[in-house]
């Protein structure tokens, strides 16, 4: 089997062991690997990961374009990198321009850290820049263990979104609402053509039961494999899925195959 993991995380090598660390006193969790890139390649490896997909985040305006910078000159060797632009940056709507122009895959939001709701109205031109340049966008999606008890990016929340923007391509991680896995049946899971989920970092807060009633409500064919690495070892995930009474077809279709026809790849 073939895995491309659609969800990861890197520093830069001045950065990553300052970030990593204040994370996990934050969370408690121990992460997996140092931050930085060369330790998500390594874990990649442990696990048999050609591919994967880095989700930076600005969690300033003043950080968007060194990090996508950045993003641009690792991409590589089976690593693909979304950018990122922050929702109270006056230049939100040329940075997407830039960042497709620098070869990105999409971008990456984070409620949490950013501050905002996916559905607010004030994000709507950077969403239509999005769309209309055919890139994909990537949201945190529910709790966070690494951030204050609010929750922004709820399952309602993703169901406004891609009913407003029909033909942008939204990614929910964390299966669509990290512990709100009642809500995401409710609301989103199976009801929007435009949105996938994936599953980083789900594997010790979900019932294999609901997640499998998930998976089937959703379509194996919307569903992505990601392990939110290093917050979570890409084992984790990788088992979980491998215990559901999942088919083959639809194993492949979750560890690789809907990514590759999500970032174009031949």
């Given at each position: 089997m073939r895995y491309f993991d659609f969800h990861t995380h890197a520093f830069t090598d001045a950065l990553a062991e300052r970030a990593v660390s204040g994370l996990a006193d934050t969370s408690g969790i121990t992460p997996a690997t140092d931050g930085t890139l060369a330790g998500l390649r390594r874990k990649m490896a442990e696990n048999g990961i050609d591919r994967a997909l880095l989700l930076p985040v600005a969690t300033k305006p003043s950080q968007q374009t060194t990090i996508n910078n950045w993003a641009a000159e690792i991409m590589g060797d089976g690593l693909y990198c979304c950018g990122t632009v922050h929702p109270d940056s006056e230049d939100a709507v040329r940075e997407v321009e830039r960042i497709k122009s620098l070869g990105l895959c999409g971008?990456?939001?984070?409620?949490?850290?950013?501050?905002?709701?996916?559905?607010?109205?004030?994000?709507?031109?950077?969403?239509?820049?999005?769309?209309?340049?055919?890139?994909?966008?990537?949201?945190?999606?529910?709790?966070?263990?690494?951030?204050?008890?609010?929750?922004?990016?709820?399952?309602?929340?993703?169901?406004?979104?891609?009913?407003?923007?029909?033909?942008?391509?939204?990614v929910a991680a964390h299966l669509g609402g990290l512990g709100m896995w009642d809500d995401v049946e409710r609301y989103t899971a199976g009801k929007y053509g435009n949105l996938w989920f994936d599953v980083g970092v789900i594997s010790r807060y979900i019932e294999d039961e609901q997640l499998l009633r998930i998976i089937r409500m959703q379509g194996a064919d919307k569903v992505l494999f990601g392990s939110d690495c290093p917050w979570d070892d890409p084992a984790n995930e990788i088992a979980m899925i491998n215990r559901l009474s999942l088919t083959e077809k639809e194993k492949e279709l979750i560890f690789c195959k809907n990514a590759e026809k999500l970032l174009k790849i031949i």
């Open positions: 971008i990456k939001f984070h409620s949490e850290y950013q501050k905002f709701s996916p559905h607010e109205e004030r994000m709507f031109p950077i969403y239509e820049k999005i769309a209309e340049l055919g890139l994909i966008a990537v949201f945190h999606g529910g709790w966070d263990p690494y951030s204050e008890d609010i929750v922004r990016a709820t399952p309602q929340s993703f169901a406004a979104l891609a009913e407003a923007f029909p033909h942008l391509t939204i």
